[in-house]
């Protein structure tokens, strides 16, 4: 385009450009990507039908926007993929300190510009990645930090502190025609909640005595955890009623979103010349533990458990598998269930758990895992079906299984143990011993589990048993 090429500020006016707010933008680029049938979020799972709709309404509003959700609800993420709603690239103003359109600049600074310069005062391309602005909520954020101070380095240069040139301006006015978020609103201290009232409503904020009128282009968005937000009541009410619309986010309604998720952010984990194959069940068992941990009373649901515990867990489950593996010499990978005991490391950071006697944490996470196991075999299993295996278990016969075992060892059980074969053929992912020694483990536990099977665990490994 022909302003894109502008360098001046007469060229710009030549070419006919048309600056719009920030708002405009966002209504008028959403309503064509709706058009177009674009992806808006592609990065963004679950929130089809319930946040995607009411967020575009909220940007077909105008409205600014809060957040409410546990962590771990993509909210910041949700947030900063708002850029790519904004025009590629816009016309500001060059050497003035903050973004301002060219043809009517709101500080100081950039009318003495286009006093001095007139239509020869130079023109800067702005890209939208740089009109986002982010600040996490802390107890110890200064109006200074947000909206300006005072600059005494300005003063010691002679100005006088009446001059409004003597301000340095704060993170928001610095995102003047962009977005600026503020992650855990609550946590922001009530006088600065206050500061922020005018730069809502009435765009205009004092600085150390100076009354300065700022008509700020900024789309203002925040989140919230909806404990601080509803129950500890520290957002203060006339800042709550700035934001036009509140909307609630939440984690994955399903497993297969949770499980989409998980396949989208995890780390490969993997080693050159070995094949990697997690068998669907193990996938599942992961999700489900993050699930069953949202409902737990053990767990503390205020602060959540984000779906980072399903990602880590995937790793830490699929990393093991890998070790023995590359111990052991063997080709291809598999997750079994005996790998699950080696996800405590990486759940413990992601759960909070309510008051509990010491060491009882280990029971709870046990109980998770044993939980989410019995859960996904009853969902592929069907226990009437292996009742031959059962009964061979009843005569006497033992099966020992263990995480440091290999693959191959686990194809003589198949031949020995009869009804093993056929409970196994239900639920192998593949023909291959790793993925054969994973559903061995997988049917003698959840056999266990279903108290249909004794167990006996004796330094990392198993013996089941009638």
């Known amino acids: 385009m022909a302003s894109e090429r502008a360098t001046t500020l007469g060229a710009l006016r030549r070419s006919g450009y048309q600056v719009r707010s920030v708002r405009e933008e966002l209504r008028d680029n959403l309503i064509a990507a709706i058009e177009s049938g674009a992806d808006l979020f592609p990065e963004i799972q679950g929130y089809d039908q319930t946040v995607i709709p009411q967020l575009q309404n909220a940007l077909l509003s105008g409205h600014d926007v809060i957040f409410l959700g546990e962590r771990g609800q993509a909210k910041s993420r949700l947030i900063r993929s708002l850029t790519g709603l ?4 816009i016309p500001t103003l060059a050497g003035a300190e903050i973004p301002e359109n060219p043809f009517d600049p709101i500080s100081e600074q950039g009318r003495q510009i286009i006093d001095e310069h007139g239509d020869d005062a130079e023109i800067h391309w702005m890209h939208r990645d740089e009109r986002y602005g982010e600040k996490l909520a802390t107890p110890d954020i200064t109006i200074a930090d947000l909206i300006g101070e005072v600059d005494p380095i300005k003063v010691a240069e002679g100005r006088y502190l009446s001059d409004q040139l003597t301000i340095h ?5 610095r995102t003047n025609r962009g977005i600026f978020a503020i992650n855990e609103l609550p946590d922001l201290a009530e006088r600065i909640q206050v500061g922020l009232l005018n730069v809502m409503e009435e765009r205009d904020i004092q600085i150390r005595g100076h009354k300065v009128r700022l ?12 404990e601080d937000y509803t129950n500890r009541g520290r957002i203060i009410t006339p800042l709550k009623d700035r934001y036009g619309s509140h909307i609630r986010t939440h984690y994955p309604r399903g497993i297969e979103e949770e499980l989409d998720i998980v396949n989208q952010e995890r780390v490969d984990v993997g080693a050159a010349g070995r094949e990697l194959r997690v068998p669907r069940y193990m996938e599942e068992i992961v999700a489900e533990v993050t699930r069953l941990a949202r409902r737990s009373p053990d767990v503390n649901q205020r602060s959540g458990v984000s779906v980072r515990a399903s990602i880590s867990n995937y790793e830490s489950m ?9 111990r ?14 080696f996800i405590r490391a990486s759940l413990e950071g992601k759960v909070e758990l309510e008051t509990v006697e010491e060491g009882r944490e280990d029971q709870i996470i046990e109980r998770l895992i044993q939980g989410a196991v019995v859960a996904v075999f009853n969902r592929h299993c069907s226990i009437s079906d292996m009742e031959p295996l059962i009964e061979s278990f009843k005569t006497g016969v033992t099966a020992e299984v263990g995480e440091g075992l290999p693959s191959e060892g686990y194809l003589t059980m198949l031949g020995s143990v009869e009804g093993l074969a056929e409970a196994v053929a239900g639920v192998a ?8 020694a994973a559903a061995i483990e997988f049917v003698l536990e959840g056999l266990h589990l279903n108290k249909r099977l004794n167990k006996d665990s004796i330094d990392g490994e198993a013996h089941y048993r009638g």
């Open 215 to 226: 008509a700020l282009d900024v789309f203002i968005v925040a989140t919230a955890n909806p």
């Open 328 to 341: 052991l010499g063997e080709p291809e990978v598999a997750p079994r269930i005996s790998d699950l005991g």
């Open 86 to 89: 904004l025009d590629e690239w």
């Open 169 to 173: 301006y704060g993170l928001i006015p």
């Open 429 to 436: 992912t593949g023909e291959s011993a790793a993925e054969q």
């Open 318 to 326: 699929v990393a093991n598998a890998l070790r023995r593996a590359v």
